[in-house]
């Protein structure tokens, strides 16, 4: 993908946001979709340790009543102008491509860290429920790149993101509303002096199909 260039300035009126502030959290929504949508929950697990951090399952987007179309995502990942000072920052956005509207934004920062912005009413794992069994993963998944473009990963990445549906396969809400589509999106937040303990595997798990 090549990366959209704008100035600086342009990027703070876009994506800039308090950093000092906590977003608000709220109570999962673990009722079924309604049959007209689907629902998109996104979930955020630690890169190395695999450990199921926070989610978001307060997302409907129109079901497409097939179980064999993809994700409908369109990506941008934004970089800022060459002439910007040391500091500045990216930013990666997913949209959903037939409605337009956000399901992911969050920015990069050169020596780090960058933040979620979208969603901002992430909870954590200790608000959700879990099951003694697993819920297999669907039969539909795709993977983007640290860009947001589709790719092929190579078996050992492949073999990371298992693990790392592995950390939220048995929560409750994917037994009763099984997912029928997943995305897989490695979130490195900073460029230049990165730490993998700050990356994050962000899931997107689609149920109602």
Known sequence: MRCIIIPLVALF???????SSSPETSEPDDSEPETSQMNLSIFVVGYEMYS????????????DGSTHSGL???SYYVCPDEQDPPGSYWT????????????????IYWMGPGRIYHPDNF??????????????????????????EHYIPDSETIS????????I??????????????????????????????????LFVFRGC
Request: proline share 5%.
């Open 160 to 167: 990371r993101m298992e693990h790392a549906w592995n950390a």
């Open 72 to 74: 409908h995502f369109q």
């Open 13 to 19: 009126l876009i994506s800039c946001g308090d950093d």
């Open 123 to 148: 909870f954590d794992q200790d608000s959700l429920t879990f099951e003694d069994t697993e819920v297999p993963m669907p039969g539909i998944v795709e993977y983007f790149d640290y860009n947001g």
């Open 52 to 63: 199921f951090l926070e989610a978001d399952t307060s997302q409907s987007i129109p079901a």
């Open 169 to 202: 396969d048995n929560l409750t809400i994917l037994h009763e509303s099984e997912p029928c589509k997943l995305g897989f999106y490695l979130y490195k937040n900073s460029i230049g002096l990165s730490d993998p303990a700050d990356w994050r595997w962000v």
């Open 92 to 107: 990666i956005t997913f949209e959903n491509s037939d409605l337009g509207d956000t399901v992911f934004h969050a920015s």
